[in-house]
């Protein structure tokens, strides 16, 4: 009997998907572009310079081990669901008894092209590394630079959106600019550097607690943030980050953290779309009209009442429910009671030694060192790989210990 799972996409969810079918007695293929796994919530680090890389990306081969999970290379250009058929844009096909969608979503620039075009943004490894790079090379100019309006572009740092990656990447900024300045460029004076946080809702952290909410902006403002809310970026065109409203800051980095969307190959599929261009799906992460078909992450909406969050969580216990449900169909599990996402909770760090923390089930709401601790526990537990785990150990070492950047490189 014919049993072949195909899943698109080796993120959280169809990494998660994948485990859940090793070892039993089905054929998995899973397909990605890239031939790492990301661990996308430290990737801010790896453009504030914190960590390498190679720490945040594992190579799928290394995870995929078991003889009935193969991995393919190749960037998925179509789907043919009536004919359950995959189309690579290397021409090949690839034809699946189960599919397993958890391509995940793509940065939203909401239609505005200058944005798109100039702005820097967090969600693949060449694209923080792009933004370190920008960051350095925008000190390394404003040192040699004479006018004054000149080298205010190359200081000023203004990044769009207030939520978790933006509050993050922000804190980060801001700290690596206290440790680096004063160290490695003495021609530069601290007090010329801002770095902005324009956020388009009244508040920071929609997501979190009034009081972890107003502890934030206690911390953003603290570590020296300009903080503006209600402010939407309008336009960027490389040299002025124009705003709705209190006028447009001169500034060569625009870092977009303002928003997520689907996967653009998701357009293609039957079916309405949800939650900006999500796919609604049942309560075993089934498309409408297609049980062989499963969407699962960042993709997913539900179809019912609940909410379902895009973060990790979600996308790992989406996947590990499709997985049984796809099992119990040829009687290798139990089939399983309709999904229901339970949210583990929120972190965000605010830079060394400081974190805010909920877990609504057990009605925590935490902030400081503890939360910090308990931030750099499950981060560490959560990534990929024995030799990941050990590389992030030892970049936050460095950083810690010795007051350091642990990636000072420029690559252009
Ligand atoms: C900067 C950043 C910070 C984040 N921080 C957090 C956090 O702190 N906590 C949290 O819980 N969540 C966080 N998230 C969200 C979290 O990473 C996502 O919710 C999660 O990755 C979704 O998992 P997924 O499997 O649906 O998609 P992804 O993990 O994005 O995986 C999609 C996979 O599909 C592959 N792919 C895409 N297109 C193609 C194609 N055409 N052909 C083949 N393969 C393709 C990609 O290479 C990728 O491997 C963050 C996201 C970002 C971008």
Not at 61 to 86: A, E, M
Not at 328 to 333: H, Y
Request: glycine residues 8%; charged residues 20%; hydrophobic residues 45%.
């Amino acid at each position: 009997m014919n049993r072949h799972i195909v899943i698109l996409g080796s993120g959280f969810a169809g990494l998660a998907a994948a485990k859940a079918l090793a070892d039993k007695d089905v054929t998995v293929s899973v397909v990605d572009s890239k031939n790492y796994h990301l661990f996308q919530p430290l990737l801010y680090q790896v453009a504030s310079g914190d960590l390498d890389a190679e720490a945040v990306a594992t190579p799928i081969r290394r995870i995929l081990k078991k003889r009935n999970l193969r991995f393919i290379l190749s960037t998925v250009s179509g789907l043919n669901l009536d004919r359950r058929i995959v189309h690579m844009e290397d021409g090949t096909d690839l034809s699946y008894d189960k599919l397993m969608i958890a391509l995940g979503s793509s940065t939203n620039f909401h239609g505005k092209t200058g944005i798109a075009h100039h702005a820097y943004h967090l969600k693949g490894l060449p694209e923080a590394e792009a933004l370190r790079s920008q960051i350095l090379l925008a000190l390394e100019r404003a040192s040699r630079c004479q006018d004054l309006g000149e080298r205010q572009s190359w200081l000023s740092f203004v990044i769009a959106g207030g939520g978790t990656t933006g509050v993050e990447f922000c804190c980060a900024l801001l700290e690596l600019f206290r440790i680096l300045l004063p160290r490695d460029y003495p021609e530069l004076d601290p007090t010329e550097v801002s770095v902005h946080i324009l956020q388009g809702e009244s508040v920071l952290l929609p997501g979190f607690d009034p009081s972890l909410r107003a502890y934030t902006k206690i911390r953003l403002n603290a570590l020296g943030a300009q903080i503006r809310l209600e402010t939407h970026v309008e336009d960027f065109d490389g040299l002025t980050v124009q705003c709705n409203r209190g006028g447009s800051i001169f500034s060569r980095t625009l870092v977009w953290a303002a928003g997520v969307m689907p996967h653009p190959l998701v357009v293609t599929l039957p079916g309405e779309k949800v939650h900006g261009g999500r796919i609604p799906v049942n309560d075993h992460m089934q498309l409408s009209g297609y049980p062989d078909v499963f969407v699962l992450g960042d993709l997913a909406a539900s179809g019912g009442m609940e909410d379902w969050p895009q973060v990790a969580p979600f996308a790992i216990q989406s996947a590990r429910h499709a997985a049984q449900v796809v099992l119990s169909t040829w009687n290798l599990a139990r089939a399983p009671t309709p999904f229901r996402y339970r949210d583990p909770g929120s972190m965000v760090v605010l830079g060394r030694y400081d974190a805010v923390c909920q877990i609504p089930r057990w009605n925590v709401k935490w902030h400081g060192r503890g939360a910090w601790m308990l931030w750099l526990f499950v981060h560490l537990y959560s990534i990929v790989g024995t030799r990941n785990r050990a590389l992030t150990l030892l970049d936050w070492g460095t950083d810690y210990l010795f007051h350091s950047a642990v990636v000072e490189l420029i690559r252009r």
